[in-house]
T-cell receptor
Framework: AQSVTQPDIHITVSEGASLELRCNYS??????LFWYVQSPGQGLQLLLK??????LVQGIKGFEAEFKRSQSSFNLRKPSVHWSDAAEYFC????????????FGTGTRLQVML | KAGVTQTPRYLIKTRGQQVTLSCSPI?????VSWYQQTPGQGLQFLFE???????NKGNFPGRFSGRQFSNSRSEMNVSTLELGDSALYLC?????????????FGPGTRLTVL
C-alpha cells in the first residue's frame, strides 16, 4: 500500500526566512502528489499538485515543490515565509488510475516567529 | 462559485447516539469524499460517492455509512457513537473523482462525543 511520510512534526522559522517541508512517499510507480495547507479551525486548501512533466511545480501563495523520483520525495519550499503561513501542511498521494482517494502524511505544523 | 459547505459546523453527542452530517459540493461536482481527522490517526479516508453510488471505501467499521443524493449532496451517518469517534469530519468534492481531479475541501464538522 502507498504511504506518505512527513518526518518533521513541527518546524519553527523566522519571518522572511526560507522554508522547506519534507515529504517522502512509498509507492511502486509514480503517484500523483499534492500539498495541502490547513489553518486552525479550517478545512484543507490545495497549494499545488504534481501529475507528470516538469518536476518543479509552482503553487499558490508563493509555494513550490520539487518531485525527485530517485529520492521518492516531494518537498515543499518557499523562499520567504510570511507570518500568515503559520498553519499545518499535509503532503498527500493518490494512486494513479484510481478514484480520488487521498492518502495523507501526518502533517507538519509550521510556526513563524516575528 | 460557492465552495463546499458542511453542516452543522459543530456537534456534541453522547455515546450510543447516532449522528448525521451533511455536505453540499461545489456546483457541478459529482464526486464527494469524506475524511476523518483526529490527532492520533491523522487524516483518514472514509468513503467516496459518485452519482449516488459508493465507489470507494476506507477501513472503517460499518457504523460509518453515507449516501449521496441526485443533486450530489451527501450525508454521512455514524451510529452507536463511541468516544473515539470524536473528530473533525471533512468533506471534499471534485468534478468526477478521478485520480487527477482536484479535491476541494469544506471547513469540516467538529464532532465531540461525550
Amino acid at each position: 500500500a502507498q504511504s506518505v511520510t512527513q518526518p518533521d512534526i513541527h518546524i519553527t522559522v523566522s519571518e522572511g526566512a526560507s522554508l522547506e517541508l519534507r515529504c517522502n512517499y512509498s509507492y511502486g510507480a509514480t503517484p500523483y502528489l499534492f500539498w495541502y495547507v490547513q489553518s486552525p479551525g479550517q478545512g484543507l486548501q490545495l497549494l499545488l499538485k504534481y501529475f507528470s512533466g516538469d518536476t518543479l511545480v509552482q503553487g499558490i501563495k508563493g509555494f513550490e515543490a520539487e518531485f525527485k523520483r530517485s529520492q521518492s520525495s516531494f518537498n515543499l519550499r518557499k523562499p520567504s515565509v510570511h507570518w500568515s503561513d503559520a498553519a499545518e501542511y499535509f503532503c498527500a498521494v493518490v494512486i494513479t488510475g484510481t478514484a480520488s482517494k487521498l492518502t495523507f502524511g501526518t502533517g507538519t505544523r509550521l510556526q513563524v516567529m516575528l | 462559485k460557492a465552495g463546499v459547505t458542511q453542516t452543522p459546523r459543530y456537534l456534541i453527542k453522547t455515546r450510543g447516539q447516532q449522528v448525521t452530517l451533511s455536505c453540499s459540493p461545489i456546483s457541478g461536482h459529482r464526486s464527494v469524499s469524506w475524511y476523518q481527522q483526529t490527532p492520533g490517526q491523522g487524516l483518514q479516508f472514509l468513503f467516496e460517492y459518485f452519482s449516488e453510488t459508493q465507489r470507494n471505501k476506507g477501513n472503517f467499521p460499518g457504523r460509518f455509512s453515507g449516501r449521496q443524493f441526485s443533486n450530489s449532496r451527501s450525508e454521512m451517518n455514524v451510529s452507536t457513537l463511541e468516544l473515539g469517534d470524536s473528530a473533525l469530519y471533512l468533506c471534499a468534492s471534485s468534478l468526477d473523482g478521478t485520480s487527477t481531479d482536484t479535491q476541494y475541501f469544506g471547513p469540516g464538522t467538529r464532532l465531540t462525543v461525550l
